[in-house]
């Protein structure tokens, strides 16, 4: 139907001169369109319901790192004897879940117990192409790539997905992966990864153009499991990176310098399972810390490493400032929308950079609609900050992880009650996010709403 709908008016014009219609076409005019659905998908939306300005209190535990147990759990994958990969800290978060999912098309063995204890079991693995619809939905899906090609010498990839906050390129690990002697084609959408001798991996020197996480992380399991020795120069110094190589280093692997720009990794052909608890998420602990300054509240903060740490504190008169976001030990840019929202609240103007992620400014938008005075050139912003009542209540939408984070803060402190859509995009990276604000005193709550969505 939808060919014939096309051809028509090209017809009309060819028709003025001899016209001569190819015997699939007729000239009697196409039945209406229907408009009858003809699929319905039931899904659920969440929104998350709040009412401002709140006042916070008492003691928030914050939740192991998203982008440590990512990682990590990518790197279990790595793990081919002496028993499971027992890992302590993990949070409960969609992008966890991904993963696991991920592992377990390759034919891991995972159970995931209460309390952040996920047991990976990667001996038996039995296959080097993920599912794709997975891989596609979170960057760090694509780390997997590592292990791999390191450990059977192939691995087969969709492309990642991930936060949409830039165009997100993968250049830096398919040169990587060369480095170590791999040959990287694209068939059919897919990036075909093999070892150039069809037998393992071969260590060797790469600079990295730019200290990408992902790359360095991605390219540290490869060359664990590879042969010989691998240097990476500007390298990515996150604590994530150093964290995952404690884990690598635990399982077996030889790295120096992780955390520093230059890690040295001597390969090793097997690494083995052990016991391994990750960091606390120091972005969720930012989140919190901006929480408690937006709505000039004191709390406290601990984690399953920390019992009690630092006492976040914020009198009533805030000043502006500037920021830049940078590769650590930079501002990161995890946490630039959530100051960006804090600024809103501040007396006087403040400019932000973001420097990393070409993309990342989606959330001003829905801050303007909450009354934030923001003016935006390329990857800058002026925040004009009018104190604590410059915010007040309107709908908005979460358009990635953080932005949905910043939108969470700024209506806190913001009068009235209104709605976030897309919270789902905040369960992503946050652990229970609204249970943790609500336990501190914030009026917010979630509610699903089943959506239909007719395709016809
Ligand atoms: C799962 C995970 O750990 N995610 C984090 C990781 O993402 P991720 O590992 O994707 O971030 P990168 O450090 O790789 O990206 C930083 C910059 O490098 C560019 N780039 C990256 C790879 C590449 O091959 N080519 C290239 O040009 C990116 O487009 C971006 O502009 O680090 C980011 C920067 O701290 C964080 O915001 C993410 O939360
Ligand atoms: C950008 C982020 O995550 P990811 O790299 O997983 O998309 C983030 O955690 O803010």
């Not at 590592?146 to 906050?165: D, H, K, Q, S, Y």
């Not at 709550?445 to 239909?452: D, G, K, M, T, Y």
């Amino acid at each position: 139907m939808s060919s014939m709908l096309l051809v028509a008016p090209s017809f009309t014009l060819c028709n003025l001169q001899n016209p001569k219609l190819p015997k699939s076409l007729s000239k009697t005019p196409p039945p209406p369109l229907s408009l009858k659905p003809q699929t319905t998908l039931q899904t659920l939306s969440h929104n998350l319901i709040i009412s401002g300005p709140s006042h916070l209190s008492g003691h928030v535990r914050i939740s192991g790192s998203k982008n440590s147990a990512l990682p990590v759990l990518a790197a279990a994958l790595c793990c081919s004897e002496g028993g499971p990969s027992i890992l302590r800290g993990i949070p409960d978060l969609s992008d966890v879940t991904t993963m696991i999912s991920i592992l377990q098309s390759l034919g891991a063995r995972i159970d995931v117990e209460d309390g952040g204890l996920v047991v990976v079991d990667a001996e038996g693995i039995g296959s080097v192409e993920p599912c794709s619809d997975s891989v596609g939905r979170i960057r760090a899906g694509f780390f997997v790539v590592g292990p791999l090609v390191g450990r059977f010498g192939e691995a087969v990839m969709a492309l990642p997905g991930g936060c949409e906050i830039g165009s997100r390129p993968i250049d830096l690990f398919v040169r990587g992966l060369r480095a170590l002697s791999a040959v990287v084609e694209v068939r059919h959408g897919k990036l075909h990864v093999c070892a150039a001798n069809g037998k393992g991996l071969i260590g060797g020197r790469f600079h990295l153009d730019y200290p990408s996480v992902g790359a360095t992380e991605t390219l540290m399991m490869a060359a664990s499991v590879a042969n010989g020795v691998t240097v990476l120069t500007n390298a990515a110094q996150e604590p994530e990176v150093a964290d995952l190589a404690r884990f690598l280093v635990a399982s077996g692997a030889s790295i120096e310098g992780a955390g520093t720009s230059t890690v040295i990794i001597s390969g090793r052909k097997k690494l083995h399972g052990t016991e391994f608890t990750i960091i606390p998420g120091r972005i969720e602990a930012g989140t919190f810390m901006v929480a408690a300054a937006i709505t000039r509240s004191c709390i406290s903060m601990g984690s399953h490493l920390l019992e009690v740490s630092a006492i976040s504190a914020a009198g009533s008169n805030l000043q502006a400032f500037d920021f830049k976001t940078c590769p650590y030990p930079g501002f990161p840019t995890d946490l630039q929308p959530q100051f960006m929202a804090l600024l809103a609240t501040c007396n006087g103007a403040g400019i932000v950079e973001e420097s990393v992620f070409e993309g990342r400014m989606r959330h001003v938008g829905e801050l303007q609609k909450l009354g934030a005075k923001i003016e935006t050139s390329g990857n800058s912003a002026v925040v004009w900050g009018n104190g604590q009542s410059a915010l007040s209540g309107s709908h908005v939408v979460a358009t990635d992880l953080r932005a949905g984070a910043s939108l969470v803060l700024a209506r806190m402190a913001a009068q009235g009650t209104t709605e976030i859509a897309g919270a789902a995009h905040i369960d992503r990276g946050y652990e229970k996010l609204e249970v943790k604000l609500h336990l501190l005193g914030a009026n917010i709550r979630r509610e699903q709403q089943a959506l239909s969505i007719a395709f016809k």
